[in-house]
């Protein structure tokens, strides 16, 4: 099954687009993208030349991935979300050699129009609530809102809320699926599940 686009998107010759894509009406994928398979590309997002976009990745309308932007697989960005690529930019002041990479790692959730400050890198399966600004290095599995962002709980791979506290130690079992997380020393991980169990 190849990649389909609707008649009204471009799509730049040398883009690489993975099969089982759909993109959407008014979308742009630079020639240097590179986007995996099962991805869906919602009305008038942009993706710039230095982005690599995993699979399964969920990108809803009116957001742009501009350059030095990496989604890992499964991502989920929310309507018109922000990325920046620039830290401190003026319109006066060519910057481009001055990007700061961005990285969403797998299964994370980005909200309806947060902000992810340029040079972060958002945590496997974190959560960021709808319009937060995030502008430091977001853990797994962790939930974020508000402006600055800060972190208010633990998310499990499902998308629930876990009983957890924020700091020390505990484990929570994710109603829904069964996984098992434990808190230690600040840091989130899945302890079994029943993929891996």
Known sequence: ???TAHPSAIVDAGAQIGEGTRIWHFVHVSPGARIGERCSLGQNVYVGNDVVIGDNVKIQNNVSVYDAVTLEDDVFCGPSMVFTNV?????AVTRKNEYRRT????GATLGANCTIVCGTTIGE??????????NRDVPDFALMVGVPARQ?????RFGERLDLPLQGSGSATCEHTGEHYRLEAGRCHLESSRNNA
């Open 1 to 3: 099954m190849a990649w």
């Open 87 to 91: 830290y401190n930019p003026r319109s």
């Open 103 to 106: 990285l969403v790692r797998r």
């Open 125 to 134: 399966y974190a959560f960021v609530g709808a319009g937060a600004v995030v």
């Open 152 to 156: 208010v709980g633990w998310m499990s």
